[in-house]
């Protein structure tokens, strides 16, 4: 008879109810599948006097997570605290040098602290897993790491922040500016209290810094990001994007090239009938290239109770299988240091500027771009009531730092007013 | 140093080659992400001089898969042969009782001796394997097994088989025929050899009775499937369809109800805005709903060299890793006997058939569809040059059975000509 599996859970929000949930609900299916009772022995949150729902009082309670982490009745120290730093961190140190395994749905800490950790658990001869941190449900750390585990990755993308792409597609199907569409997923509870780990691009960037990581063995690098958010697409940009059969989400793409490890989080623009293109509200999606299995794309919901319990309950039933991964797939102690490459994979743009509305200010901006060796695609100055004049410029494929350059340029002509606006046309 | 993991891949077409080309390609890779080295050491197909483009003089030759099997230097059996029962299942019953473990692509000779193969296999303490067996490259296997094995599985359904998907995207796209794009699929290789396989949906049904065993626990019955291929769609049906909005898929349902396991392998109306109507072409589509999950999507290519070769070589990865499951996820001993249930969950059903055209036909058809308790949401009779008039009847939800007896009662009033075609109206 296998002993049971024995869980302290740090954190009892949705994600950590929702685990309660699946355990007590499910704790025969769990026992079939992985053939080891799955139990809980200890649990710690904030507050303990607090009505969550579902049924506590079986379990030890433990103020402090770091002595949750450190109990001899825990095997798995599960981490839903969040916090790239502060008491998760010390949490899961803790555990890792109690000689417990970890699993975790914190983005945030392995974004910042990953290798350091990775570094830790292998060390001490344990695992950290953390599916539930990228993409809520899909199991995308799990296709990655096992399922194309024969593929040289050539490109990760992703679609991995509902709250933005909630508002993207809001904006799209009620025509609505970006303010006010901000204010209603306000009002829904659907934005971090700190809103620009949402709209800045930081979660998304999070996850993707981590997918980058296992994709191209490198050490999980999020501060050499290229990162921006949705703050500044306009209802216009989306219209006129619409109008020639895109879409603007805010994506995550990576790869690595001969100069290194692109890793960028920015809205693009993507086809309409595409895939991504398609992906509606609150929905994640990955796609997942390599070059023996082609393309791979993953859809599912990126957030809420069952969805993000779901993917913490798959890692503890690999532990459970006695399944171990070093953290990142491959040792951390082999993870290459990755020059970050800024982006340089050619690609159209998609630029909107306001001009003066006086002779010969199409003809600077166009001139500047020929000079930059850019050429144009389509261009179009559409009606507006004030008179500055909004203008649209597709070019044709080229390179990102010539675009900048050409920018700068613009600027210095004395027609653009304010900054322009450059999106990336991402072929996908 | 750990030792080399050491394979005899017996089986040298398509997939077999790719095969060879990712071990060959990629070994540093390979051993990187799985800390073993993993080589070949013999290999085995019908003909030995035949140039596949790759260099297979180092491997050791065998005329006799059997023979393979049983090898000393062979920790794990490659099975890329085909067929449910002969060669390769004689060699997969030699690699088991010699202690080695399985990987195949078999899904036929799982679909038929799934069950025995797995009991043999546990009572050897060995592995089966068969990710490539299901969608290609997308591996589908795993996140149902691992990625969601905290899930009660509601519902997975599946676009599986691409050769079909080519015919009836072609038809739809091109307006034409059915015979012609069998022939032109025909002509483009991409039909077995007995295209009953492809086109009756056998090759998707035993994919799809794969799926069901590792979600529902279930022993494989594939013999219980409801099947029905795609040789009765006409282009008239892909184009009343499309006027709907729906696309016509031929699409795997499986979900266990309170009467049993419902399995079924059938062409379908889809929305054409739906992940499922949008497929086009070679790509698979596997969906899977799980309780805690919500919806999943996996889409990728069912086919061909790479893909189907990457998911070999995952499964190899995970045996090199030290990733040993139940063939079907559960202990074969533990899989239920479950009763097979005709399709009994209610859905609107899209109806077709040729009326004599006379006073009074769609009168008899409409009353005896009210007679059998069944309401009618749409209707159409449409311009033809025969003397027989085509009818299309979309139904409210209703249970197939109840149809099956209004089709029988229309026949009988003497106004229908030949069988008419009766299609799911699926909810994705």
Not at 224 to 244: H, P, S, V, Y
Not at 245 to 253: A, F, H, S, T
Not at 325 to 351: C, E, N, Q, W
Request: net charge negative; with cysteine.
């Amino acid at each position: 008879m296998t002993e049971p599996l024995r869980l302290g859970i740090a954190g009892l929000g949705t994600v950590g109810v929702g685990l309660v949930r699946i355990i007590r609900r499910q704790a025969a299916l769990l026992e079939a599948r992985t053939g080891r009772r799955i139990t809980i022995s200890a649990i710690s949150a904030r507050t303990r006097d607090k009505d969550r729902g579902v049924p506590l009082s079986d379990y030890a309670w433990e103020d402090d997570p770091v002595a949750l982490a450190r109990r001899d009745d825990v095997d798995i120290f599960v981490e839903l605290m969040g916090g790239a730093d502060g008491p998760a961190k010390a949490a899961t140190e803790a555990a890792l040098k109690s000689g417990k395994d970890v699993v975790t749905a914190n983005k945030a800490m392995l974004a910042v602290n990953g290798q350091a950790l990775a570094e830790l658990a292998e060390a001490q001869g344990r695992v950290i897993r953390f599916e539930a941190a990228v993409a809520g449900g899909i199991p995308v750390i799990k296709a990655l790491t096992e399922g194309l585990a024969g593929n040289e990755i050539k490109r990760v993308m992703g679609v991995m922040n509902g709250t933005c792409n909630y508002i993207l597609t809001r904006m799209q199907s009620a025509g609505l500016p970006y303010d006010v569409v901000f204010e209603e997923a306000n009002q829904l509870g659907y934005l971090e209290a700190d809103p620009e780990l949402d709209v800045g691009g930081i979660d998304a960037g999070h996850k993707l810094s981590l997918l980058a990581s296992i994709a191209f063995g490198t050490r999980v690098a999020f501060s050499d990001m290229e990162l921006e958010g949705i703050g500044r697409i306009t209802i216009e940009d989306i219209k006129q994007a619409a109008d020639m059969g895109y879409r603007i989400k805010l994506l995550g793409v990576s790869r690595m090239t001969g100069r290194g490890l692109e890793q960028r989080m920015s809205p693009c623009l993507v086809p309409a009938s595409s895939a991504l293109g398609q992906l509606e509200g609150g929905t994640n999606m990955v796609v997942l290239e390599g070059d023996a299995v082609g393309q791979i794309v993953l859809r599912g919901a990126g957030a809420g109770e069952g969805p993000t319990a779901s993917a913490v309950i798959a890692d503890i039933c690999d532990i459970a299988r006695g399944f171990r991964l070093p953290v990142f797939g491959r040792p951390a102690s082999s993870l290459t240091d990755a020059t970050a490459a800024v982006s340089a994979t050619p690609a159209a743009f998609y630029l909107r500027m306001a001009l003066q509305d006086k002779p010969g200010a199409l003809a600077k901006v166009a001139t500047v771009l020929g000079e930059a060796g850019i050429s144009i695609n389509r261009m179009r100055q559409y009606d507006h009531d004030e008179t500055l004049a909004p203008v649209l410029i597709v070019t044709h494929r080229c390179v990102r730092a010539d675009l900048d350059r050409a920018i700068t340029a613009m600027m210095k002509t004395g027609v653009v007013e304010g900054d322009p606006v450059a999106l990336r046309i991402e072929e996908v």
